[in-house]
């Protein structure tokens, strides 16, 4: 049976939001925190770079026992962990701290790092989530979208996988604490701020199941925490953006280390602060619907379905059947290499977006790659009709290959009823595209060889329709 639709009507507070994110980056400054971590072990994702060096850099300065910096490349962890030593001079222990290897945007390297934490610590006090990144361009990872497998994913799969080892020695109330941002309504481009809505609802939602359990108070606090708008490196992928902005981003941004102190405050919260949503260094509310039975339901329905994340990918392949089924997609491996072009090329068109939009190597290579996929039927527009590195992320898509394949041409211009037929008579030799017979459906036909796509001279089936076309030719003359 389908599942339930949901709807739940949202009325933005946009105003409001507004009003709030204003006051706090101008006139809200979290404050400095003394707290001492002697004897706690502290894991932070993250922590080469932006909020999370900082945050790591506190909890040194702080006295923590053991430090672990998660980071995806060690060498630039190790940069850090020297930065961190060197500029904490009341401490010359720099074996405290540790450089693990986790990249977020890989299951096998997320369960990898749940798997050393178990067997290498013997506990963990304070587990900071800060990895995150803001990506402009839709770029698929392990089949999702990357932003999503990082920002939500693969971060509550580390999470779940170590809340037993936070829970470990009862007589210590462990903390976990996962970065936010401002939460208001927003547009569904900004696919950043989504994943931090669902990180609040799958927050909320575990606190609740933590809380079924019975026990007087909770044996790990988790929080949710808003550093605010900071001047790091999350968006350091993303294109140049406008004079405009960057002056807007130089009156509002705060300062890295100001942002990181709502993170260091979030690990010595008091028990108040379990499943809050955490703004300047204490608790703040959110979207009014997010309390009502509505959001209640949505972490319950929608957000924590049971899924086994060692076999995920065929647990919601519900697109990819849908692909295959719609345009007859017989190969094994045909949507999967479709895939791997498309990420690919909005990989590409991402790297090139980074660089100076007046470097000549940007605009050549752009020019190309426009020109080319127009030219194959891929872009909606041309680059003489506007179309920009932005056109790769929205049109450059599995459907779009798909519908250049010539079964599809052939039953869009009407020679067949369906794909499965022209599929079977491409292979039967009976289709040429100008004067190359085509045996495979998987033939891509470019824009300007989609009119001549048609039927093999030899063909019987050329020799029937010709037939019937003068059956057609008589009868107009004798009426």
């Known amino acids: 049976?389908?599942?339930?639709?949901?709807?739940?009507?949202?009325?933005?507070?946009?105003?409001?939001?507004?009003?709030?994110f204003l006051y706090s980056q101008l006139f809200v400054t979290p404050h400095f925190p003394r707290h001492s971590f002697k004897d706690q072990i502290v894991i932070v994702t993250g922590s080469n770079v932006g909020l999370g060096l900082e945050a790591a850099r506190q909890f040194y300065r702080l006295n923590c026992t053991r430090l672990v910096l998660a980071v995806r490349t060690t060498a630039n962890g190790q940069l850090a962990k020297e930065d961190n030593v060197k500029s904490v001079k009341h401490r010359a222990d720099a074996d405290t701290i540790e450089i693990w290897p986790l990249d977020l945007s890989s299951t096998a390297s997320t369960l990898?790092?749940?798997e050393r934490v178990k067997t290498e610590l013997r506990r963990i006090d304070i587990l900071v989530e800060n990895a995150g990144i803001n990506s402009k361009f839709w770029t698929l990872s392990e089949g999702f979208e990357q932003a999503v497998q990082v920002n939500v994913l693969n971060t509550f799969l580390l999470a779940l996988s170590l809340l037993p080892k936070l829970n470990k020695d009862e007589d210590i109330v462990s903390r976990l604490a996962a970065a936010s941002g401002h939460l208001h309504d927003e547009g569904e481009p900004y696919r950043y701020q989504v994943t931090k809505l669902i990180e609040v609802l799958l927050t909320r939602e575990i606190v609740s199941r933590l809380a079924s359990r019975g026990a007087p108070s909770p044996p790990v606090l988790i929080n949710i925490v808003n550093p605010g708008l900071c001047k790091s490196t999350l968006d350091r992928s993303g294109s140049q953006p406008s004079l405009g902005f960057r002056i807007l981003r130089a009156i509002l941004d705060r300062k890295t280390e100001?942002?990181?102190?709502?993170?260091?405050?979030?690990?010595?919260?008091?028990?108040?602060?379990h499943g809050e949503f955490q703004s300047d260094g204490t608790n703040q509310g959110i979207e009014s619907w997010i309390y009502t039975d509505i959001g209640r339901k949505v972490q319950k329905k929608v957000l924590l379905r049971k899924v086994n994340f060692h076999t995920y990918?065929?647990?919601?392949?519900?697109?990819?059947?849908?692909?295959?089924?719609?345009?007859?997609?017989?190969?094994?491996l045909d949507y999967q290499k479709y895939n791997t072009l498309c990420g690919n090329l909005?990989?590409?068109?991402?790297?090139?977006?980074?660089?100076?939009?007046?470097?000549?190597?940007?605009?050549?290579?752009?020019?190309?790659?426009?020109?080319?996929?127009?030219?194959?039927?891929?872009l909606k527009q041309s680059r003489e009709q506007g179309a920009g590195l932005s056109a790769v992320e929205h049109d450059v898509t599995v459907s779009a290959f798909c519908r250049r394949r010539v079964g599809v041409l052939m039953t869009r211009n009407g020679m067949v009823p369906d794909v499965k037929t022209a599929v079977t008579l491409i292979e039967q030799g009976?289709?040429?595209v100008g004067t190359e017979v085509v045996t495979d459906p998987a033939f891509l036909v470019t824009r300007s060889m989609e009119d001549f796509v048609t039927w093999v001279d030899s063909s019987k089936i050329k020799r029937s329709i010709m037939k019937y076309r003068d059956n057609l030719d008589d009868f107009d003359l004798m009426v």
Not at 5 to 18: K, M, R, S, T, V
Not at 355 to 378: N, Q, V
């Open 430 to 432: 009976h289709v040429r």
């Open 346 to 378: 909005r990989s590409l068109a991402h790297k090139l977006s980074a660089l100076d939009p007046d470097d000549p190597f940007r605009k050549k290579t752009e020019s190309e790659i426009l020109e080319k996929l127009w030219a194959m039927g891929i």
């Open 313 to 332: 990918k065929s647990d919601n392949n519900h697109r990819e059947q849908s692909i295959r089924a719609r345009y007859y997609l017989q190969g094994t």
């Open 258 to 273: 100001v942002g990181s102190q709502t993170l260091v405050l979030a690990a010595c919260a008091p028990e108040a602060s």
């Open 112 to 114: 990898a790092f749940t």
């Open 1 to 20: 049976m389908a599942d339930e639709q949901l709807e739940f009507p949202i009325q933005p507070n946009i105003a409001a939001g507004l009003r709030m």
